[in-house]
Nanobody, 123 residues
Framework: QVQLVESGGGLVQTGGSLRLSCAASGPAFDSSYAMGWFRQSPAKEREFVAVISWSGSSVLAVDSVKGRFTISRDNAKNTVYLQMNSLKPEDTAVYYC???????????????WGLGPQVTVSM
């Protein structure tokens, strides 16, 4: 009943930037949900990246992306964004959008997931 449609993945060189977006729709989506991003590569387990509260006033990001990635949202569009700057090869992964309660998103157990665009960062 909730769909998360993601876009913005691609291939960039080290130091480049990408902007991911995730638009939510469906009758079960609550605009008060926190929304966030996870990533997963073959060499790693799914990793929490960042989350933002419904109001946008509270954000949390994993240490490895702090200072480089910025999460934001536009509630009028039910969309969350992840601006990724100073990208590194270690950032290469499939990035999954998620929505749910704040604690559920942080814990990695949100009820709704996107399909995940690929982000590839070359040397």
């Amino acid at each position: 009943q909730v769909q998360l449609v993601e876009s913005g993945g691609g291939l960039v060189q080290t130091g480049g930037s990408l902007r991911l977006s995730c638009a939510a729709s469906g009758p079960a989506f609550d605009s008060s949900y926190a929304m966030g991003w996870f990533r997963q590569s073959p060499a790693k387990e799914r990793e929490f990246v960042a989350v933002i509260s419904w109001s946008g006033s509270s954000v949390l990001a994993v240490d490895s992306v702090k200072g480089r990635f910025t999460i934001s949202r536009d509630n009028a569009k039910n969309t969350v964004y992840l601006q990724m700057n100073s990208l590194k090869p270690e950032d290469t992964a499939v990035y999954y959008c998620a929505a749910g309660s704040g604690p559920d998103v942080v814990a990695g157990t949100p009820p709704f997931w996107g399909l995940g665009p690929q982000v590839t960062v070359s040397m």
